[in-house]
Structure formats: C-alpha cells, structure tokens
C-alpha cells in the first residue's frame, strides 16, 4: 500500500477544506475504500476521515419524507422504525447486501460511492478504462458474467455493485451535497460509463455528501427482490426494486429500478409508463416486466440476465399488485 497521511476532521468545513484535492480520499467505513487501497487500485496521497462529522441521523422532513445522514451506518437504516414502515423496500435492499459485519460499519455515503465488483477492475494486470482511462477493457471480451447489459459502452461494461442504491433509484431518493443549493436526483447522481467510465458520478473531488432525502411515502406496495449465486453475502446478478399503487383494479402509479444491469442503478421509465392507468392482469405484468429491460444488449457470458430479469420484475409486479 502507497503510504498516506491521515487527518480525522472534526467539522464538515475542516473535512472539505482538506479534500479540495484528485488525490484526497474521504474515509467513512473504510470496507470498500481500504480494500482498494490495500489493493493498489485507490492510492490516495491523504485521507480524511469523516467518521466524526454529525452526519448521521435520521430526521423528519417538513414535506413528510426523511433525511438519512451520510455517515447513519446500513444496519441503523435498515433498523429504523421509520424506514421500515414507510420505505420497506430500502430496509429490504440494506438487509440483502453484505454481511451483518460489513452493513454495521458501512455508511450511506459509502454505499453510494462504492465502485465497482468487476474483476479485471481488480485485476491490476489487465486493462481497465475505469482504472487507467485509455487502457482499454479486457472484460469486453473476457469472462463478463455478472456485467452490464443495459447502457453500457465499449468502453466499460462495469455494473454498479449497491443494493441499496436501487431501491433510493425507485423512491426517487437526492442525493444532498455540501455547498451546493440543490439536491441531485439518485438516478442523476451515477454516469453511464461512455467514453469516460473513471468518471462514475457527478461528484466533482473533494465534494462531501451530506444526506440522502427521501420523498413521503407513497401509498400503494413495495418490494425488493435480489438473485445471486449464493443465498448470502454476494453481489446480485439482478436485483429489483418496484412499488406499484392499484385503485380500482387499475395502475395509479409505478416506480421499477433494477440492479446487476447497468453502471447505475437502472430506472425503467419505460415499463412504468406502459403499466400507468392500466387494468392489472397478467398480459400487462409480462408486457411491462419485458419493457424494463428494453434495449439490453447482452455479452458472452450474461446472456441469461435479460431475461432473469424480466422474470424477477415479473415477479415483484405480482407481488405487489395481488
Ligand atoms: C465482501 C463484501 C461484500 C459486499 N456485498 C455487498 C452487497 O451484496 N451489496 C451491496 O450493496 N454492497 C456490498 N458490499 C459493499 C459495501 O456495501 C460497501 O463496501 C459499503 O457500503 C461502503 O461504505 P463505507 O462507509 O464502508 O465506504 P468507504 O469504504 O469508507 O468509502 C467508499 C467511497 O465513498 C467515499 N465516501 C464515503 N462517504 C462519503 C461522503 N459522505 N461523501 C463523499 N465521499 C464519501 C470514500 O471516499 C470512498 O471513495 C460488500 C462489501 C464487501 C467488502
């Protein structure tokens, strides 16, 4: 590991004065940050720790909705009784990730900013664009199994590894950030990778999140599904996150994220658009569950996650609309 030099800040001011730098790390709970310091892909010249910041409540909003601080820890979050009664499918999402161990000391910041599971990003012997911009990408022809077949580009076909994240994508979680007036969307907040997948969110160095906001409720049901190899502690093939509201036998509303897909958490707009206003039934699931992922172009290696996707859609429509 390349030596660095540590400073914990006591105030969000001390954290961002330090960190106004491409070389200046933030540390929140260190689980992916440290592993790719040990592992020579991060090499920070300082960190800042942010642990001591007051960052992490969890409050009420005037609008109704709830602002979770930075630096509240996944399993506090998935615990809250608030989160879990009004926003199911977030506690549902926290709970699918990792281990007890990790969500204990992981952070929402953290969650966010993790980066890739993609081996040859790991693998400091092969060519990585998101690595080494410029490189190249050696899972375009590799093994590429678990990687993106939505919005991916020749460059990267990287997928962003949280569950958490999908399910902030379909409540229409923004994303606060300090010094800046206005909140970023969730599904504004991560790029697709295009020409330059290094560039993985709208976060410029040295920008602090703050808090993640979550609108009121909405009425209607919620669910979040995950496929993985193993029944615990993996990352999803595919995941997804939907809540659906019925009145009358009809869609009033439908918000569809998916995860394992993409290099972001993936809306389906698509899909929720065909489902609005219509009566439920099973024709409308299938045709709705195969829009969501509409234009995927799979690799090698992953062309069943179309459709284990479109199944596992399937499945949480008719979850949350029986
Ligand atoms: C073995 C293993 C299995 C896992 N399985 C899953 C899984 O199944 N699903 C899943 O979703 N996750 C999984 N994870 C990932 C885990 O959820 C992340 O490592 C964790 O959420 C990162 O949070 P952290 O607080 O430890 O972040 P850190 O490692 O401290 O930081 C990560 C990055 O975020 C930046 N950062 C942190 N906070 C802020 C902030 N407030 N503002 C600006 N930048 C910030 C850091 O500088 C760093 O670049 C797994 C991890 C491991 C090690």
């Known amino acids: 590991m390349r030596p660095f030099s540590y400073t914990s800040a006591t105030s969000t001011a001390e954290a961002i004065g330090l960190a106004a730098s491409e070389q200046v790390r933030f540390l929140a709970g260190g689980t992916n ?26 409050e009420e909003l005037p609008d109704g909705g709830l602002r979770i601080g930075a630096l509240a820890r996944n399993t506090r979050v998935a615990g809250d009784a608030r989160v879990r009664r009004r926003y199911p499918m977030l506690a549902q999402a926290i709970m699918n990730g990792a281990s007890p161990q990790l969500r204990n000391r992981a952070t929402v910041g953290g969650n966010i900013l993790q980066r890739t599971r993609c081996g040859y990003f790991y693998d400091r012997a092969a060519a990585c664009n998101k690595r080494v911009p410029g490189a190249g990408c050696d899972a375009l022809e590799g093994f590429n199994r678990m990687h993106a077949v939505l919005g991916a580009s020749d460059s990267c076909i990287a997928v962003h590894p949280s569950d958490m994240c999908v399910a902030l994508a379909a409540l229409d979680a923004t994303v606060n950030i300090a010094g800046r007036d206005a909140a970023v969307p969730l599904t504004d907040f991560h790029r697709l990778p295009g020409d330059s997948p290094h560039v993985e969110t709208v976060l410029a160095p040295g920008e602090l999140i703050t808090s993640i906001d979550l609108p009121a409720a909405r009425p209607g049901r919620s669910v979040y599904l995950k496929v993985r190899d193993r029944a615990t502690y993996a990352f999803a093939l595919v995941s997804t996150a939907v809540q659906v509201h019925v009145e009358n036998g009809r869609v009033a509303g439908a918000r569809i994220a998916l995860g394992g897909v993409a290099h972001k958490p993936w809306r389906a707009h698509e899909a929720e658009e065909l489902l609005r206003g219509e009566a439920v039934d099973d024709d409308l699931l299938r045709r709705a569950a195969e829009r969501s992922v509409a234009g995927a172009r799979p690799r090698a290696h992953n062309a069943f996650k179309p459709e284990l996707a479109t199944r596992l859609v399937r499945r949480a429509l008719e979850e949350t609309t029986s």
């Not at 440290?34 to 969890?58: K, N, Q, S, W």
Request: aromatic share 0%.
């Open 33 to 58: 940050l440290v592993d790719l310091m040990r592992a020579g892909i991060e090499e920070p010249e300082h960190v800042v720790d942010i642990t001591r910041l007051p960052l992490d409540g969890v």
